[in-house]
C-alpha cells in the first residue's frame, strides 16, 4: 500500500464545516453540469470549497483535469479534459475492486477491518494549502543541507532548502517524483518584478481570485504554467498593491519553507 511520507496532517482540501466530499464525484458532477458552481450546488457544497478542489486536483496532476471556458453564450463554465475523464473512469474501476478484495478479506480475517482502520491511519494528510506534484530537476548537497529543484511543469520549478538526512531518508534522487507543500501564509507577494530578495523562489503569474477579510484576504494566482498559488497576505497589504483580478504578481517563497514529500 502506497503511503505519503510527510511532516504534517491536517484537513483534505474537501473538507467543509466536518463533512467530506468526494474528489471524484465533483469531478463528475462537473463533467455532468458543465459549470463548477451547479457542480457544487448538486453536492452541497461552497463555490469557494469546489474552486479551491478544482485547482488542487490540476495542481497535482500532470496536464489540467477540469479546464475553464470563459465567456461564450452561456456565460463561460468548466469541463473536464480527456485525461480528467480518463481519470475519472479507472478511478471508478479501481474503487469497485478495493471493496471486492476488501470484502474478501473481511471473510477470511475476523479482525481485518479492525486494523486496516489503524493502517489506514498511516496515509497522512497535510495542512499546506499549496501542493505541487513533479519531478526531482537537481540535487546540490552541501555538508548539513541540500538544495532540492523540483519542476512542476509549464516552466516552473520550486526549489526546497532541505537536510541532507531527508534526502537520505526520502531516497531522492534526479527523476523521482516528489511533492511540494507549501503554506499560504509562508507567500509573500509583489507587484515589483525588478525586485532583489533573498527568496530562492520567485514565481510569477496573474492574480485569478482575491477572497478579502477583515484582516486577511486570501489571494490565488495562476502561474505561467496553468498551476495556482494561495498566498494569505493582510487586507492592508491587497489595498496597498491594488490587487485585482488580473494584477501581475511575483510570489516569493524561502526554499527552507517548502516541505517535500514522496510516495513510497
Known sequence: MKKVVVQQQDKSPLMSRGRKYDHLE????????????????????????????????????ESPLVERRVGGRNGGGAVLTASGRRLVSVYRHLDKERERVLHQLNQVTDDFESYYKIIRKYDLKTSARNQFSGKIKAIKTGEVNAEVVLDIGGGDEIVSNITCDSVEHLALEVGVEAYAM???????????????TSSRNALTGTV????????????????RGGKTLTAIISHAS???????????????????NVILAVVS
Open 26 to 61: 465533483l469531478l463528475e458532477q462537473i463533467d455532468a453540469c458543465g459549470s463548477i458552481t451547479a457542480a457544487a450546488n448538486r453536492m452541497g457544497m461552497s463555490y469557494k470549497t469546489a474552486w479551491d478542489a478544482v485547482e488542487a486536483i490540476n495542481n497535482l496532476a
Open 182 to 196: 507549501i503554506k499560504a501564509s509562508w507567500v509573500i507577494l509583489t507587484s515589483n518584478n525588478n525586485l532583489k
Open 208 to 223: 485569478v481570485r482575491c477572497h478579502e477579510g477583515a484582516v486577511n484576504a486570501e489571494v490565488i494566482i495562476e502561474l
Open 238 to 256: 491587497v489595498m496597498d498593491m491594488t490587487l485585482k483580478t488580473g494584477s501581475q504578481v511575483t510570489a516569493l517563497i524561502k526554499s527552507s
